[in-house]
């Protein structure tokens, strides 16, 4: 069992950035993969960015060259740095940890807007 908290959304202009933190209630070096997702209004939740124990991370072609994944085994946090933001990566931003279950946070809103 673990606790996941996001903090860092908020509302940012058309090309500006926000760097999202996860922080677990436990270590997380047990968990293989840690991962963002996204779900906007009206649509499927949404695999944004996962990252392995071994640091290897993939993106969706949606953010590839804009957001960089990033995990602190020792202080348990999982982030995400979002560049170069566009009104359609608005959404409610959401940490997962997976192992043999998934691991969900409550969402941190991000909003894209002039």
């Known amino acids: 069992q673990v606790q996941l908290v996001e903090s860092g959304g908020g509302l940012v202009q058309p090309g500006g950035s926000l760097r999202l933190s996860c922080a677990a209630s436990?270590?997380?070096?047990?968990?293989?993969?840690m991962a963002w997702y996204r779900q906007a209004p009206g649509k499927q939740r949404e695999s944004v960015a996962t990252i392995s124990t071994g640091h290897t991370a993939r993106y969706a072609d949606s953010v590839k060259g804009r957001f960089t994944i990033s995990r602190d085994n020792a202080e348990n946090t999982v982030y995400l740095q979002m560049n170069s933001l566009k009104p359609e990566d608005t959404a409610v931003y959401y940490c997962n940890a997976n192992d043999v279950l998934d691991y969900w946070g409550q969402g941190t809103q991000v909003t894209v807007s002039s």
């Open positions: 436990r270590s997380i070096a047990s968990f293989y993969l």
